[in-house]
């Protein structure tokens, strides 16, 4: 009688622990976090121009007729909805280049997927930067991310009216 009713509590015990474990794909639902300030988690594409480094107005890009390539301001790319979360990005334009990029969201369910995009939104970052464009190479090891980034960027390069 001893041991059964070792073996029975030993089985729950077992049973509790497996089924409280949570996996990694279990964080894909929801969290993310607003890496720069100014999230909206809009899922369209804005650019905002500037004059002499003044704030001048904004717009969507479908509303936009005929951007200059020589402007300034920033565009945010379009919210792109990957396996791990959403993936979004903002880049700066003056001249008609891009100078700068920024990963305003990455997805960050768990520990992983943040050691995975501290070491490839900076990589991702240079790509951009040396590319002048949103044909990147992918970063091993964050696959999904870098598929998410290519999506945001080429958003809102569209929205910043670049070729």
Do not use: C
Not at 69 to 90: L, N
Not at 120 to 129: D, N, S, T, Y
């Amino acid at each position: 009688m001893r041991r059964i009713t070792i073996w029975l509590l030993s089985t729950v015990a077992a049973l509790v622990l497996l089924f409280s474990y949570k996996t990694s794909t279990m964080g894909a639902g929801g969290e993310t976090s607003a890496i720069a300030s100014g999230s909206d988690g809009s899922a369209g594409s804005s650019w905002t121009a500037t004059d002499d480094g003044a704030g001048s107005g904004s717009g969507s890009s479908n509303g936009s007729s005929g951007g200059s390539s020589s402007g300034s301001g920033t565009a945010t790319g379009s919210v792109a909805q990957t396996r791990w979360g959403p993936v979004q990005v903002r880049i700066r334009v003056s001249g008609g280049k891009i100078t700068d990029v920024t990963a305003v969201r990455v997805p960050d369910g768990n520990h992983r997927d943040q050691e995975i995009n501290d070491y490839a939104v900076p990589i991702l970052r240079q790509e951009a930067l040396a590319a002048q464009s949103a044909q990147i190479d992918t970063v091993s090891g964050a696959t999904v991310t870098s598929d998410g980034y290519r999506e945001s960027l080429q958003s809102a390069i569209d929205a910043a009216h670049l070729k």
